[in-house]
T-cell receptor, first 109, second 115 residues
C-alpha cells in the first residue's frame, strides 16, 4: 500500500465549477500536508498547506484536513482552464515530504 | 531572491557516463532536498541536507548516486555509470528548518535522458 494515495484521474470539470481533489495517507504521525500544482513538463509549485483539522481557505482554494480519517482534500472554486494541471498531495511525518502520484485535472471551457 | 535554481535544465547522456547536477537553494534556506520524478508519478525522495550535513538518504539512492553540499549552500548530485532507468526529472527543493517541517519550494528541475 502506497503511503499517500490519490486518484490519478483525469478529473474533468466545466469552467466555473468546483473541482474536488482527494488524498489519503497511511502514517498517523503525519503532521503537515501540502498541495502542489504541476503543469506538464514543469516542476511542482506549492499552492496550499494545512496543519490543523478543518478548513483553510486561500482565494479560490480551500484545503480540508481530517486527521481521524487520514484524509486531506483540495477544493478549487470557479475552476478556470488555467487550473488544468496535475495536483500533487504531499505529507510530512518527519523531515521530508512523501508525495502521492497526483491527480490530473482538466477544466473544460 | 530568484528562488531555487537548477543546472542544467536538460541533460542527454550515453549509458555508462557520469553526470552531475547542481542546485542553488533559496539563500536563507538551510534545508535542501533532492527528489526524482518519472512520468506519471509523484516525486520520490532521494536525500536531504541540513546545512552541510546529509541527514537522510532513501534506499532508492544506490551507490552510483552521491550528493554533496560542501559549504551548506549549493548542492551537487552525481550519478555514476548511468543506466537507462536513471532517465527522470531530478528535482531540488529547499526549505527553512523550524519547529518541524516547513514548506519546501522546488527548482525547475533537471531532465535527464540516458540513451
Amino acid at each position: 500500500q502506497k503511503e499517500v494515495e490519490q486518484n490519478s484521474g483525469p478529473l474533468s470539470v466545466p469552467e466555473g465549477a468546483i473541482a474536488s481533489l482527494n488524498c489519503t495517507y497511511s502514517d498517523r504521525g503525519s503532521q503537515s500536508f501540502f498541495w502542489y500544482r504541476q503543469y506538464s513538463g514543469k516542476s511542482p509549485e506549492l499552492i496550499m498547506f494545512i496543519y490543523s483539522n478543518g478548513d483553510k481557505e486561500d482565494g479560490r482554494f480551500t484545503a480540508q484536513l481530517n486527521k481521524a480519517s487520514q484524509y486531506v482534500s483540495l477544493l478549487i472554486r470557479d475552476s478556470q482552464p488555467s487550473d488544468s494541471a496535475t495536483y500533487l498531495c504531499a505529507v510530512n511525518a518527519g523531515n521530508m515530504l512523501t508525495f502521492g502520484g497526483g491527480t490530473r485535472l482538466m477544466v473544460k471551457p | 531572491d530568484t528562488g531555487v535554481s537548477q543546472d542544467p535544465r536538460h541533460k542527454i547522456t550515453k549509458r555508462g557516463q557520469n553526470v552531475t547536477f547542481r542546485c542553488d537553494p533559496i539563500s536563507e534556506h538551510n534545508r535542501l532536498y533532492w527528489y526524482r520524478q518519472t512520468l506519471g508519478q509523484g516525486p520520490e525522495f532521494l536525500t536531504y541536507f541540513q546545512n552541510e550535513a546529509q541527514l537522510e538518504k532513501s534506499r532508492l539512492l544506490s551507490d552510483r548516486f552521491s550528493a554533496e553540499r560542501p559549504k551548506g549552500s549549493f548542492s551537487t548530485l552525481e550519478i555514476q555509470r548511468t543506466e537507462q532507468g536513471d532517465s527522470a526529472m531530478y528535482l531540488c527543493a529547499s526549505s527553512l528548518a523550524g519547529g518541524g517541517y516547513t514548506e519546501a519550494f522546488f527548482g525547475q528541475g533537471t531532465r535527464l535522458t540516458v540513451v
